[in-house]
Each structure stands twice: as structure tokens, then as C-alpha cells.
């Protein structure tokens, strides 16, 4: 039986459709995926186990990464300017890089240097680890990247206390993200994206803390 190559056509459109179901489930594939547990003694953080459904939403990501060229999707959280109001200064934190990361040649202290300097170069202030202790709201910007085969998770949260209303109890709580997936990335194209993102977070700050 011969294959019905006449049925060829259908498979760009098949790839085109996995890459948009692809960037509409950026966000639940980083929940997923990266699952950080902040501790109060190491101030480390670990990957959390990938569930059976976090499989399921990985596989357009397998397929589509084995499109040729670089490209990148992302998604970011509603409107949260509002939660920066007031921030004089970060601690930036810089997730640990796996082996797939370091083969591209991604270092985290090379992150660290670009981040800081997005920073200080908008006003907004470094803190060192005794000073974001010593802040009342404990204010960290945390960036995560894995990279899998041929594409990278990507995400840059800002995290700070908050007192929940329902207990009147603090707890450390994202209040502003970004996170996106590159396809066949490359070092340089990781650290765009994440300035990318930075930059992002900084045009909120700017927008809740304008100079008079």
C-alpha cells in the first residue's frame, strides 16, 4: 500500500496549530515544570516532581522544537503594576542551571551581571542577602531557566511578603511574572529573553513609581 502523499499539505497546518496550543499554555507548562520551594535556611531552591499532565501539554513543545530556527513564545500575568508601588530594591536570585543550560553555554553568574545591571541602570537598587532580610516586605526577583532537548523554559518572578486577609498571616507570594518557552535556543538568545522580561518588570516599576 502506497502512503497517500497527497495528504503532505496537512502537515504544516498540523505544526502550526501545536505551535499556537504551544504558546497558549506557556503559563500552565511553567507551573508544571518548574515547581520552586523557597526554604527559610539554605534560601535554595528544588524542581518539584512533573506530573503526568505536565507531559501531556510538553508534547506540542517536543514536536515544535523540531522546527528549524529560533523562536521564542511567551506569556505574561495580568496587569500588576500596582504591586510595585513603593519598591526601592530587589535581591536577585538566580536558579541553579542544569547540564543541558551549561552545554549551551549559559552561566549563572553571567545572568546574575546582566539582571543587576538592568537594574541599577533603571534606579532600581541591589540588595545584598542581609538587606532583603532586613526589608520588611523581603522583595527577591528569581529567574529559572531549563532547557530540555531543544527548547528552554523561561521565567522571572518578583516575590515579596504579603499578609493574606482570610488570616491575617504573611507569606511570601509572586505578585508579578513572566515566563515563556524558546524553540532551538542558544545562550545569547536565552539572556535576550531574559532582559527582555527584566525589562518588562522595570516598565512596570517605572509605571507604578513615576518620577515627579
Known amino acids: 500500500m502506497k502512503f497517500p502523499f497527497v495528504y503532505l499539505w496537512f502537515v504544516p497546518i498540523f505544526l502550526g496549530s501545536l505551535a499556537k496550543l504551544l504558546e497558549r499554555n506557556v503559563s500552565r507548562l511553567m507551573n508544571s515544570i518548574v515547581h520552586c520551594n523557597r526554604t527559610q535556611t539554605t534560601r535554595r531552591f528544588r524542581m518539584g516532581r512533573i506530573p503526568v499532565n505536565a507531559v501531556l501539554v510538553a508534547m ?3 514536536i515544535v522544537s523540531m522546527l528549524p530556527g529560533s523562536r521564542a513564545y511567551g506569556q505574561g500575568s495580568p496587569a500588576t503594576a500596582n504591586t510595585l508601588k513603593g519598591l526601592s530594591g530587589v535581591q536577585v536570585l538566580i536558579e541553579e542551571l542544569n547540564d543541558a543550560a551549561k552545554a549551551l553555554g549559559l552561566d549563572t553568574a553571567a545572568i546574575q551581571t546582566d539582571v543587576e545591571l538592568r537594574l541599577r541602570t533603571a534606579g532600581l537598587r541591589v540588595l545584598s542577602d542581609e538587606e532583603e532580610r532586613s526589608t520588611p ?4 526577583l528569581y529567574v529559572n531557566v531549563n532547557v530540555v532537548g531543544k527548547a528552554a523554559a523561561i521565567g522571572v518572578n518578583f516575590n515579596q511578603t504579603a499578609r493574606l486577609a482570610r488570616t491575617g498571616e504573611s507569606a511570601s507570594v509572586t505578585t ?28 512596570d516599576w517605572l509605571s507604578a513609581n513615576p518620577k515627579n
Do not use: C, H, M
Open 60 to 62: 506540542p513543545l517536543l
Open 137 to 140: 516586605d523581603r522583595p527577591w
Open 176 to 203: 508579578w511574572s513572566r515566563t515563556g518557552l524558546a524553540i532551538n535556543p542558544t545562550a545569547e538568545s536565552i539572556r535576550n529573553q531574559i532582559k527582555d522580561y527584566v525589562d518588562a518588570f522595570l516598565n
